[in-house]
Each structure stands twice: as C-alpha cells, then as structure tokens.
C-alpha cells in the first residue's frame, strides 16, 4: 500500500443557531447544544469571551474566541488537532480538525476518524456536515493517476468501512492537488435532543471532499483556504436542510389536505343524505367555522414552504459567489500549481434542475389545492346557508298558521262555551272543557290556513 505523509481531517460541522419563530430561550438552547461539542475548557473560553454576546442582528462572519482556535486537547500545543468555530448569519460553523505529520497508510485515516468522533459524542451536526481528508505524496512523481485514485478510494474506505464502493463524479485540480468529491443526494432524518425538547431535521447522508498533494509545499498552502471552504460548504448544507424541510412541509400540506377533504365528503354525504335538521345543520356550521384552523395550518405550511424556497434561492446564490472566489483566490495566490474545480457547479445544477424545480410545482400545486378546500367550503356553506334559511321560514310558516288560530280562539274567548255548542251540541262533552275546544279550533283554523297557503303559493 502506498504511503502518504501528514494525513489530515478537517470535519465541518454546521448547527442552526436560530430559525424564524424562535425566543431567546430556544436560540439559548441550541447554543448550548452547538457548545457541547467542545471539550469542557473550551465551553468556559466561549463563554469568557462571548464574543457573539450583543449579537442579536444577523451576522455575516464571526469567530467565536478571541484566539480563533483552540487546542483539541487541552493540554497540547493544537498541533495534532484544534477547534475553530464560528458564527455564519443565522447558524454556528466547526471546523475540527485531527492529523499526524508521520508517513502513514490511507488505513490511518480510520484512527483519526475515531478521535473526532470520541470528541464529538453522540452530538449530531443539525444542518449537516463534511469531511475532507488531505495529505502529500512523498514520492508524487513516480506515482500515476490510477494510484492517486486508488490512495483516494483507501482513504474513504478507512472512514466509511461499510459503505458500498464508490465511483467519483466529481474530479478536479486545486492548486495542484488532485481532488475528489463524493456526495450522496439522499437525505436522512434525525432526531436531536435539545435542553427540553426534541427538533427533527433533515441532512444530507453524505459529503466527503479528498485533497492528494503532490508535496509539503504545496499541502502547507491549504490552510489559506479553510475560510473560503467553511462558507462554500455552509451555504451547501444550508441548502439541502432548507430542502429537507420543504420535503416535510409537503407531506403535512398533503396530510393536512387529505383531512380538509375526508371531512368535506362526510358533509357532503349528510347533507346529500337529507339530514337538514335545524340541529344537524348547526353542528355542520360549526364544523364549517372550525374549518377555518384547518385552513390556516395549511395556509402557513405553504407560507412557510415558500419561505424556505427563498432560503435556498439565497444561498444558491452565496454559494456560487463563494465558489467564484475561491476559484480566484486559489489561482491569484498559488498561480503556479492549476487549480480546476468546476465539478462544484454541478450542485448548483441540482439545486436548480431538481430542488427548486420541484419545490415551485409543489408551491403551484399546494395554491391550487387551497383554491379547491376553499371552494367546496364556500359552497358547503352556502347550502348550509339555504338550508337553514328553508328550515327558517317553515318555521316562521308555522307560527303564522298556528298564531292565526291562536288569534281567532283569543277573539272568541269570552264565549268559547256558547260558540261550541252552536257548532257541536249542547250535550257536548267538548263543551264541558273550552280547553279541548280551543285547541281543536286552534289545530283546524291551523290546518285550514296551511291549505290555503299552499294554494296560493302554487297559484302565484
């Protein structure tokens, strides 16, 4: 196996520092949880130097110690390992870094692997995270492009044992190394625990960059370029979080829409049944009046979908910006080695071809949707409307024709008596009790009064 010299991780790691909606409790838990990644002297040292304290407008850049880094151990010189944290507008960035200057085996980086993760724990990036492995050739010259690629396929073997093999898409020059990028498209979702609650997020599964140089001079130059690489890969992960937020916002639009419409046929089906019963329309009117939440959850869903499309619109745009800058910086400074990384545009085309694409139909589709609920509501509800408005005037119907043999049996009230013995007999038991007579008159002047009602209303 061939050997390399100074082999290095620099892990990027990325959490969300605030997100629309949040107090000062919540961005002071996710600050606790981002601070859990350091070992407890350099947790004292942030909070010592707070130097994000008064911090509450959005910043672009920020480091978080007044040293810039810190030693990974605390009592080493950082030499074979160091932190170096920062604020990037509304999320924390880490960069963390183990290496050894020995002359090694691509196997090795397996053992540096396994440092960072005793130092990190169980603690999850919330917006995701990348790995780039460097190191030199002692030898470059006598070394071909096939056995530079296979020292790269080594490499990703040492820290990802179990992963399938790969093939690299992504294959380039920077300022004279060889450089590859493997990135797995597909999103996982994973549950992080905070002080008192727990938040669901959505990274990418996959993102590895492999730096071979050909010699000490040309390694040594990198570390001019880790700023550019930490934003370059922000705005990256920024992205495929915001779209993994789109993916679940769609599902609860889709959730929340099949509800609305379980509910509507149910009505449907009621009123299509003849239920229009005073009390079973009132019931579905206030069902109809509760439908209005329903609405407004979707309706913020799709707000909120909208919102992350922008977020992802913005850090498109950073990204390329950045890559344009690196690309300069790398060949203005180191303009004797060629730099050749136009492999990192293929992100933005995924972005754009696949992202975007699909967010702004789901956007349409979601709008349309909401056209549709509130339509089939408004027309709901006017039948209910009718309805009750038929149901209405039955009723004022019967108190017309029921008040007129009330008025009739009033007027007669003093001689109620005489009245029904000249239309029955004075032998009469009905009589006997102007109770029962009244509400005879009453039920037949109703009855009669109905009638006539009726034809009219068909005569006219």
Not at 372 to 389: D, F, M, P, W, Y
């Amino acid at each position: 196996m061939t050997d390399i010299v100074n082999p290095t991780i620099d892990l990027f790691l990325y959490d969300l520092r605030n997100s629309l909606g949040d107090d000062k409790k919540d961005i002071e838990h996710k600050r606790q949880y981002f601070y859990q990644k350091f070992h407890q002297t350099v947790q004292e040292k942030l909070q010592q130097d707070g130097q994000e304290n008064n911090q509450d407008i959005e910043v672009e850049y920020i480091h978080l110690l007044k040293s810039t880094y810190a030693p990974l151990d605390p009592n080493s010189s950082g030499e074979d390992g160091y932190y170096y944290p920062v604020r990037l507008g509304d999320s924390y960035g880490l960069l963390l870094e183990v290496a050894t200057p020995d002359k090694k085996t691509p196997e090795y980086f397996g053992e540096l692997k396994a440092k960072i993760q005793q130092k990190l724990g169980g603690n999850n990036a919330t917006l995701g995270q990348s790995w780039m492995l460097s190191t030199y050739l002692p030898n470059s010259s006598e070394i071909t492009p096939q056995e530079i690629e296979k020292i790269s396929q080594e490499s990703y073997k040492a820290i990802f044992p179990n992963a399938k093999d790969i093939e690299y898409e992504s294959k380039g020059e920077f300022i004279g190394a060889t450089i590859f990028e493997y990135s797995d498209s597909s999103l996982k979702q994973q549950t992080v625990k905070l002080t008192d609650k727990e938040i669901i997020t959505v990274v990418q599964n996959q993102h590895i960059i492999i730096a071979i140089y050909p010699d000490q001079a040309t390694f040594y130059k990198l570390s001019k370029f880790y700023v550019d690489w930490m934003r370059l890969f922000y705005y990256h992960h920024k992205i495929v979080w915001s779209y993994g937020q789109t993916r679940i916002l769609s599902n609860q639009i889709k959730d929340k829409f099949s509800q609305i419409q379980t509910i509507i046929k149910s009505i449907e089906a009621n009123l299509t049944r003849g239920n229009r019963k005073a009390n079973k329309l009132e019931q579905i009117s206030d069902i109809l009046s509760q439908f209005q939440i329903l609405i407004n959850q979707y309706t913020q869903n799709i707000n909120n979908l909208k919102f992350q499309q922008g977020t992802i619109e913005i850090n498109l745009s950073n990204y390329d910006k950045r890559l344009q800058t690196l690309q300069k910086k790398a060949r203005e400074k180191i303009a004797v080695n060629k730099t050749s990384i136009a492999f990192f545009e293929d992100f933005s085309k995924l972005v754009n071809e696949k992202y975007l694409l699909q967010i702004t139909r789901d956007v349409k589709n979601f709008d349309q949707g909401l056209q549709l609920l509130e339509g089939n509501i408004n027309a709901i509800r006017s039948q209910v409307e009718i309805e009750k408005a038929k149901s209405d005037r039955n009723f004022q119907e019967l108190i017309t024709v029921v008040g007129t043999g009330v008025t009739i049996v009033t007027i007669m009230d003093n001689d109620a008596r005489r009245q029904c013995e000249l239309i029955l007999s004075k032998e009469s038991f009905v009589c006997e009790n102007t109770l029962i007579f009244k509400f005879i008159v009453i039920l037949s002047v109703s009855i009669l009064v109905w009638f006539f009602r009726k034809y009219i209303s068909k005569q006219s």
